[in-house]
């Protein structure tokens, strides 16, 4: 049907037609039933279809229409200026259905939607502040909605649409706006183009409907409609054509109620429904509406603005609907359009040709001869594949007959669109006919797509050239990558990067990373041909994964990936850890980049891209942490302790040293080689309070591997002199506060989270206890004084220890543990005896003519601090004396500076002497007698 353009029609104007299709037919003698998907609107070259076009069933002569009964509203876009000639095409059913038309519909009446499309076919955006909104196309429909505080409370409301089946609704009319805040709105946008000349006006119809108001110029309160023309670019506004800004109630009321106020008998406004411009007891019209407009009606307005000042601009419509919260309000939006130019049919032609396919599929080759349906199983990118294309009738069934030409594509098959809207991934034939001797099924081989693609779906167009029949395979499939390539790689041990790569193996093996601390692993996707595919996007996991270090009885620790950033075909964690120490082998893999093929046969090997096995190490542990005994010294003399003299532990210091992760859990592999504690490096270091001292024992601890990631560090032992307070000149009695300290580190630096560690600590009532809290230090020292007496009695020498308290040396009577050897220990000589030879402590010394005498210790070890030395009496007229010479070299911290040289290193010495009197020189021998 050749379709009239009249002269001064310019491009871009809404061209409308109203058809009678069943009355075309019968005019020109054809039989059978309008096929209401047939329409198409042809450009004047007869072979290009109008970019927008519809055909709308339920509108006739501008009102609604049953729909069936073979006569309809066709608009279009018209793409050319002045007098021209476009084509409408039409079919019968018994010529076979026919597809949806494939073209951009206008849309201005959403007759091309169905029930709950939010953004309509044709419109650019819908969007809302407040998600409780209404915002979606309708049917024609009666909803009850209530309103708290409304009158009447309840309405059963009319949601007819003007024209046809469908309206447009957005405000509150599902939910209650009492939670709306101010500002709330919605919003539904298209753009579109004015003729240069011609340009008409834009009109839209409207249905306000509600309990709530609005007010001329008042852009702030409450519930209203605004529509405008903006500048795309920009968002300027050019053009108003409905709202509160244009100050035009009474004849384009933008609200069900008028003004800001509560109605009332004296002044219309919120509270009522459907009140417009009435007061609460009249129908006043107080802004002039008709009575179309009184109380509780719901009529359709209709609102229009010229667009002659905008001939020729790229537009925006934007239809925006304001909210504030008190009474809920809402509108139905319905036949938007614009430039509209009424034109008319010339003389039918009618075209004799062969039946078209009614649709077209694509599936795999091993598909059944004679099949209409099938699966695409995932492919491989860079490898080559096949895939049968069938064209199909009505039924459906295979159209055997089927010869035409077609375009066949790898289409992007994400997202719900149609198959004409979708991106073109690659063309696998611009141009083939299909051949009689193919009986409408042609195999396509040797597709290589190089890219990934997580949903495909094959394309075929016909004709090949301005298509009339476009259609996308039944079944979506993936062509996924042929391989991953895995690498861990990090900065430092502790740190994620790409500095240096983690693939050492073995015991002593660079580089080394700290467990559980993130290191970096990245995933490249690449084709058969070995090229990145930039296309993969989905996130690997990691596959197996297996012990490799350490070989014997390793414990597999937990490997996280952390979060995979993936772009342009390439995964990156830097978050990745492995909670164990040693070295692991493991795998990458990824089975969801290929699920939408999941349902379809392919196996779950074909859907797995895989990595090789890659090992990843050497972990070793992120610090030590340590568990203490509580080591006890032996004081050297029951309560006390000699100063210099060497001090032992009752209890030895023992530690027990846990590797662990950066998480604070043990690594169990920390252990046999994998152990590499620097035992020459830990130097036991004692320090004291008040007084310095000497370590006489700092030898390494003695280890023992536990096999379980714990190390034991044994120190030292009960029977060994381990240190001495440094003696120099005396001091008063103090308490030994020792603190002993040791750095532990492997020989790969793994050290404790606190180094040095420490027993004890070197402050007052804080160092390493003694047995019995026996803490007391006391300068002491050994004395001897000289005797002398009768020979006819035995003479007492005084030897006993001493101790300084600060101001002067006292007897030492707690001293129960000196233990002295008379014959090692003290040597006697005189003149008498040997020439004068010194001789042992035992030895029987001659003493006068015919005497001797010999010494004893009474008490080994002291009592009281006393030795209890004595010599027996040599007899009468026996009269000499013996010198005595102690040696105490081993009893060193009782030496004293007896030479007064400065050094206090000399043992004490004596005389004993028989038969001699101090006193009265008259008297021999005094005796008192009772």
């Known amino acids: 049907m050749p379709i009239n353009i009249p002269t001064g029609a310019a491009a871009n104007s809404t061209i409308k037609l109203n058809v009678n299709f069943t009355a075309l037919l019968s005019s020109v003698g054809a039989v059978g039933t309008f096929d209401s998907n047939s329409p198409r609107v042809v450009r004047s070259n007869d072979t290009t279809l109008s970019t927008v076009q519809e055909f709308t069933d339920a509108i006739h002569n501008g009102s609604s229409d049953l729909t069936g009964n073979g006569r309809g509203e066709v608009r279009f876009i018209l793409q050319d200026n002045g007098a021209t000639t476009y084509y409408l095409y039409f079919d019968v059913v018994s010529n076979g259905p026919k597809a949806a038309n494939p073209q951009t519909p206008i849309n201005g009446n959403f007759e091309a939607d169905t029930a709950g499309t939010v953004i309509p076919r044709g419109w650019r955006s819908a969007t809302r502040s407040d998600g409780t909104m209404d915002l979606q196309v309708r049917p024609s429909e009666t909803v009850n909605v209530t309103e708290s505080g409304g009158s009447p409370g309840s309405v059963a409301t009319n949601g007819s649409p003007n024209t046809g089946m469908f309206a447009f609704l957005m405000g509150f009319r599902t939910n209650t706006d009492s939670n709306a805040a101010g500002g709330t709105n919605a919003v539904l946008t298209r753009d579109f183009v004015i003729p240069t000349s011609n340009p008409g006006s834009i009109g839209i119809n409207f249905k306000p409907q509600g309990w709530d108001s609005g007010a001329n110029g008042n852009l702030s309160s409450y519930d209203f409609l605004q529509v405008r023309l903006l ?176 375009k066949v594509e790898l289409v992007d098959g994400s997202g719900n669109i149609d198959c004409a809207a979708r991106t073109s991934l690659q063309t696998v034939a611009a141009s083939y006919t299909f051949t009689s001797a193919e009986q409408g099924r042609h195999r396509f081989s040797g597709v290589v797509q190089a890219n990934a693609q997580r949903d495909v779906m094959v394309r075929i167009s016909h004709p090949d050239n301005s298509p009339t029949l476009i259609a996308c395979s039944s079944d979506h499939f993936a062509i996924r990558p042929a391989y991953f390539v895995a690498a861990a790689t990090d900065q430092d041990w502790q740190t994620a990067g790409n500095i240096r790569v983690l693939n050492a193996t073995t015991a002593s093996a660079l580089p080394i990373h700290k467990a559980a601390q993130p290191f ?15 296309g993969y996007n989905t996130t690997p996991q990691v596959g197996a994964i297996t012990c490799v270090l350490p070989a014997n009885a390793c414990r597999l620790g937990i490997l996280t990936t952390g979060s995979f950033i993936t772009a342009n075909g390439v995964a990156v964690s830097s978050n990745a850890r492995y909670s164990e120490v040693g070295a692991v082998n493991m795998s990458i893999s990824d089975s969801d980049f290929a699920a939408i093929d999941a349902d379809d046969g392919s196996t779950l090997a074909e859907r797995t891209i895989q990595s090789s096995a890659i090992d990843v190490g050497r972990f070793v542990p992120d610090h030590f942490n340590v568990s203490l005994n509580e080591p006890v010294f032996s004081p050297t003399c029951g309560s006390f302790s000699y100063v210099g003299q060497p001090l032992k532990y009752a209890v030895n210091p023992v530690v027990v040293a846990s590797a662990e992760n950066a998480e604070g859990n043990v690594t169990q592999n920390y252990t ?259």
């Open 520 to 534: 970096s692993l990245t995933v490249t996707a690449y084709n058969s041909a070995g090229t990145i595919t930039v």
């Open 231 to 406: 500048n795309p670019s920009d968002s300027t506004v050019l053009l108003d054509i409905v709202g509160p800004q244009m100050s035009n109630y009474g004849s384009c009321p933008f609200s069900p109620n008028f003004s800001i106020n509560q109605a009332s008998t004296s002044t219309p406004g919120y509270g009522y429904y459907n009140y417009w411009d009435n007061e609460t007891d009249r129908d006043n019209h107080v802004q002039g509406l008709s009575s179309a407009y009184n109380r509780g009606k719901e009529p359709w307005v209709n609102c229009s603005a010229s667009l002659i000042n905008l001939a020729g601009r790229r537009v925006r419509l934007e239809i925006r609907m304001w909210v504030t919260n008190l009474y809920r309000s809402w509108f139905l939006l319905d036949d938007v359009q614009w430039s509209v130019i009424d034109v008319s049919l010339g003389t039918p032609q009618v075209l004799i040709v062969n039946t078209p396919p009614a649709g077209f599929n694509a599936f795999d080759t091993t598909t059944a001869v004679g099949a209409v349906n099938g699966v695409l199983r995932t492919k491989v990118a860079g490898t080559a594949f096949g895939f049968d294309a069938v064209a199909l009738t009505s039924t459906p069934s295979v159209s055997k007959s089927f010869t035409g030409s077609v």
């Open 672 to 930: 046999g080689a994998l152990l590499k504690i620097n035992l020459p490096a830990i130097k036991p270091s004692y320090s004291a309070a008040y007084q310095p001292v000497t370590a006489l024992n700092s030898d390494a601890p003695t280890p023992t591997d536990n096999g379980n990631g714990t190390g034991t560090l044994t120190f030292a032992n009960t029977t060994s002199n381990i240190l001495a307070f440094t003696r120099s000149i005396p001091v008063a009695p103090f308490n030994a506060e020792i603190a002993m300290s040791f750095s532990l580190t492997d020989v790969e630096g793994v050290t404790t989270l606190v180094n040095p560690v420490r027993f004890g600590a070197a402050i007052a009532e804080k160092g390493i206890n003694f047995t019995g809290n026996y803490k007391a230090m006391r300068w002491g020292r050994l004395v001897m004084q000289n005797a002398h007496g009768s020979e006819l009695t035995p003479l007492s020498l005084p030897l006993f220890s001493e101790y300084f308290n600060g101001s002067s040396f006292v007897a030492n009577t707690a001293d129960q543990c000196t233990a002295l050897n008379l014959d090692t220990q003290l040597s006697l000589n005189n003149p008498a005896t040997a020439s004068g030879a010194a001789q042992a402590g035992s030895a029987n010394m001659t003493i006068g003519t015919n005497g001797s005498s010999k010494a004893t210790l009474a008490n080994v070890p002291l009592v009281n601090g006393s030795a209890g030395l004595s010599f027996n009496a040599p007899g009468s007229g026996n009269t000499g004396y013996i010198d005595i010479t102690g040696n105490f070299a081993s009893l060193h911290w009782l030496l004293f500076d007896w030479d007064h040289d400065g050094s206090h290193d000399d043992s004490a010495n004596a005389r004993v002497s028989f038969g001699v009197y101090q006193g009265n020189s008259r008297q021999i021998y005094w005796r008192e007698m009772y």
